[in-house]
């Protein structure tokens, strides 16, 4: 036949009727017919991107039915997973509680079992018949060498393979539930649909691939679903307790769970023909393994209590799991909590889950969307006005904060492509419209930098005219031409000559100064110094049970016309269950608490105390021998450790304090230095300049020095220079690194030398009419007592400190070995 479908309003009326279909879905169907009805004899590929929830099998079967009117023979659904084949083969099954009615041309099901029989090959050779074949799509994908595929085989009753039964009709329209899962990325997934050419492809979902925007007819989203009331609103449950153990949050996730059967059977004896549903756990979790370690965490006393009611559903389960998955809606149904990791992710609708916990980090709006949408479903059909069933609860101990940010992803919509070219106010195209294939000017300018249109702005030169820069004339380092200005340097600057940064010579060690540097230290802490009674005074504290509660977000929607709003809105709180904890577990946290502080000594003397303090604590907390055996919450454990803690650090912070010296390792010299490039060469210099670099040295560490004194510091550095007694030796500097402590501030000798037995000296030169000065005198007593300070500390090598005034200096009559015995140094 020939695929042509028109559009009948009085018919999408009937059968929205028939199908009692929601607002979203009647408005879904027809748009959907008006585009196919718009594209009679054209290949159309239309999204519905419809909130989870809301009813997209409504939707597919009123559109099959309305499709069918129209003389339509053949739909092929196609499914990701057998969970959701099954789904979809009740939908059409008239005995399954999931049947959808509704239908006046009831529809031939064809599925993977049945398709071979003759009973199915009679049906297709019936052109009058409605055939609907619910196929997964790996039913569907090009055989390999490996894997073969029944579905392309001949068939004896058919005389050809089903698949080419289908790409031969000529009316085939595919229906592609979780359509995201088929993008045209997914080539194998792609291709066994686009390959059978159908006529139309209709892809439903609840969260389309942003790169398929251009296919998507309608869009709905779950803001506006739960604003109009057709889903649960969702509510964020999490502890401020800093408490995120997965035990926890499944035991939360229990205690909700247990408020909401109490809410469900209260509002089904207010409401005698309200259908019985019983609400479940859902736990997503991160592995198969794990879903195994949190079924067995279930089962236990405090939790859901039973293994038989906790139902593990992941790829490896088996058939009698999947069966108890079908049934987990039926009221007979003892299944309390469901565990997956991926199986149910998508596509899996019941609506009796009341209460969700994602172990897995909820890392994108799709994920959270899907897992959220396992539990949006109302139980009862309608929302009841009792906010404990038409709430879902997600705990979320971990990650709240983030979901409670992200709230607004529940109102977005897939942004649809504009074929309009963006434009300002003056009709310029704006920058989106730029052309990435053309080159951007290397000097960073836009066309129109300089022009009146402001920065950005493109300014058209028309013939006769003239540009600002038809007079600029010069060549970039691109050989391109554009706005510059040239520049003649004077003939002064161009020879002055640009210091040059230099490291120290070739061979020269680097130095390690030991910077003694006094501080005030504590004095040795003892347990010994804390008495009972401030142990028993902080204890009071801890004398009451601390409660810890569980708060609960509702993600709330508020709809204005076509815009919603998502408001956070606070629930009330409930006091949450605590792990409880006899008194000996508590005596030991507190223990370990005072013998975790580094400053607590590890010995016998120390332990001791310890109990000592802990007994004192207790007492302050109420605690006597006669109630020896009582629990205590873990909150209330928790707050009694930290204070505990607290009161150790507060006496470990204030004990006396003393000082002390440490010796700081500076490493010299700084490096590099700027040489000025004229600079002299010492051993040629016939008159001292005060402040000039000297360059040419044989032993200094670095390419030149200065000096302040030609007397002292000068005929220092010459005399070290040539001694053969000195290995090496540098200069050091008012406000640098290396100085010594004194009292009255800190102390910048002249030079470092090493000789050649290894010494490190450390030497200061100084003017005959100062050496005698009181502030000269303390120094030296300092430098002398930091040298013998260094010798004992050992991790320095030997340093010595030598003072040299004028009158040593000449005696020493340029020897190093002279210098020493006209000096005497310690």
């Known amino acids: 036949m020939t695929f042509d479908i028109a559009y009948d309003e009085a018919l999408i009326e009937e059968i929205a009727a028939r199908f009692d279909l929601r607002d979203p879905n009647k408005r879904a169907l027809a748009t959907l017919v008006k585009r196919l009805a718009s594209g009679s004899f054209v290949f159309q590929e239309l999204v519905a991107d419809l909130a989870t929830g809301v009813g997209k099998t409504y ?63 009679a049906a297709l050779r019936d052109p009058s018949r409605l055939k609907v074949f619910v196929f997964n799509v790996q039913q569907l994908i090009r055989p390999t060498d490996k894997v073969s ?113 109490r809410s469900y059977a209260l509002y089904r004896e207010m409401h005698p023909d309200a259908p019985a549903v019983k609400p479940c756990l859902f736990v997503v979790c991160q592995t198969i393994q794990h879903a195994g370690e949190v079924g067995q965490l279930l089962a236990q006393p405090g939790l859901i209590g039973d293994g038989s009611r906790v139902l593990e559903i992941t790829s490896q389960s088996s058939d009698e799991a999947l069966e108890a998955l079908a049934q987990v809606e039926h009221p007979d149904s003892p299944i309390r909590a469901i565990v997956s990791v991926n199986m149910l992710r998508e596509g899996w609708d019941v609506k009796n889950i009341a209460v969700i916990v994602a172990l897995r980090r909820l890392a994108s709006q799709t994920l959270t969307e899907q897992i959220l949408g396992r539990g949006l479903r109302l139980p009862f059909g309608v929302r009841t006005g009792v906010a404990d069933v038409d709430q879902v609860d997600l705990v979320a101990h971990d990650s709240y904060q983030q979901l409670l940010d992200q709230k607004d992803v529940l109102r977005q919509r897939i942004q649809l492509p504009s074929s309009e070219v963006p434009v300002d106010n003056q009709g310029f195209a704006t920058t989106s419209t730029l052309d990435p294939s053309k080159p951007v000017d290397p000097r960073g300018w836009g066309e129109g930098d300089f022009g009146v249109g402001g920065a950005g702005a493109a300014v058209a030169i028309g013939p006769g005219q003239r540009s600002l820069f038809d007079d600029w004339d010069f060549e970039d380092e691109y050989g391109q031409t554009g706005p510059g200005l040239q520049f003649q340097e004077a003939e002064e600057r161009i020879e002055t000559k640009e210091p040059i940064p230099q490291h120290r010579v070739e061979g020269a060690p680097q130095i390690v100064f030991p910077r003694r540097e006094a501080r005030l230290a504590y004095a040795p802490f003892s347990l010994s110094d804390i008495p009972d009674g401030d142990a028993q005074a902080a204890g009071v504290a801890f004398i009451k049970e601390v409660p810890t509660f569980l708060f609960r977000d509702a993600l709330e929607a508020k709809r204005s016309g076509d815009d919603v709003t998502i408001v956070s809105t606070p629930q009330g709180t409930e006091e949450a269950q605590q792990t409880l904890a006899g008194l000996d577990v508590v005596r030991d946290d507190l223990i370990e608490a005072i013998m975790q502080q580094p400053e607590v000594p590890s010995e016998k003397a120390s332990k001791n105390a310890a109990k000592r303090l802990v007994w004192a604590f207790l007492k302050g907390a109420g ?45 010299l010299p700084l490096e590099p230095v700027l040489v000025d490039a004229d600079a002299p060469q010492a051993h040629n210099v016939t008159k001292f300049k005060k402040g000039v670099q000297y360059v040419g040295w044989k032993k200094n560490v670095m390419p030149m020095a200065t000096f302040d004194a030609g007397t002292t510091e000068w005929q220092l550095a010459l005399l070290m220079d040539r001694d053969p007694n000195i290995e090496w030796w540098v200069r050091l500097y008012t406000n640098g690194p290396a100085f010594v402590p004194t009292t009255d501030g800190a102390y910048f000798p002249d030079f470092i030398a090493i000789d050649t037995e290894g010494t490190y000296w450390l030497i200061e030169g100084k003017a005959d009419d100062h050496a005698k000065d009181d502030s000269v005198l303390r120094k030296k007593a300092a430098a002398e007592t930091w040298a013998r300070a260094v010798r004992d500390d050992g991790d320095f090598g030997k340093w010595r400190y030598l003072f040299a005034t004028e009158t040593d200096i000449k005696q020493a009559g340029g020897s190093w070995n002279g210098l020493l015995v006209s000096t005497k140094p310690e």
Request: glycine letters at 6%.
């Open 59 to 121: 939707l597919m079967s009123s559109l099959i039915e309305y499709l069918a009117t129209q003389g339509v023979r053949h739909v092929l659904v196609v499914t990701p997973g057998s969970t959701i084949q099954r789904k979809t083969l009740e939908n059409f099954d008239a005995a399954s509680a999931k049947y959808v009615p509704g239908a006046d041309l009831i529809p031939f099901v064809v599925t993977p079992e049945t398709f071979r029989s003759a009973r199915v090959s």
């Open 149 to 261: 595929r029944k579905v392309r085989d001949e068939d004896e009753n058919l005389g050809d393979a089903l698949y080419s039964y289908l790409e031969n009709a000529d009316d085939l329209l595919v229906i592609a539930d979780e359509h995201h899962v088929y993008h045209e990325k997914a080539k194998a997934f792609s291709g066994a649909i686009r390959d059978l050419h159908p006529v139309a492809l209709i892809g439903l979902t609840a969260t389309p691939d942003p790169a398929d925007a251009s296919k998507v007819a309608f869009q709905y989203t779950l803001g506006e679903a739960i604003a109009d009331g057709h889903v649960k609103v969702p509510v964020i449950v999490y502890r401020k307790d800093g408490t995120k153990d997965e035990r926890t949050q499944l035991q939360d996730a229990c205690q909700l769970l247990g408020h909401k059967e």
């Open 623 to 667: 605690v006597t021998t006669e109630v020896a055996s009582a629990e205590w919450g873990q909150k209330r454990r928790q707050q009694a450790v930290e204070g505990m803690r607290r009161l150790i650090r507060d006496k470990i912070a204030n004990r006396k304090q003393q000082m002390a010296f440490e010796f700081v390792p500076v490493t």
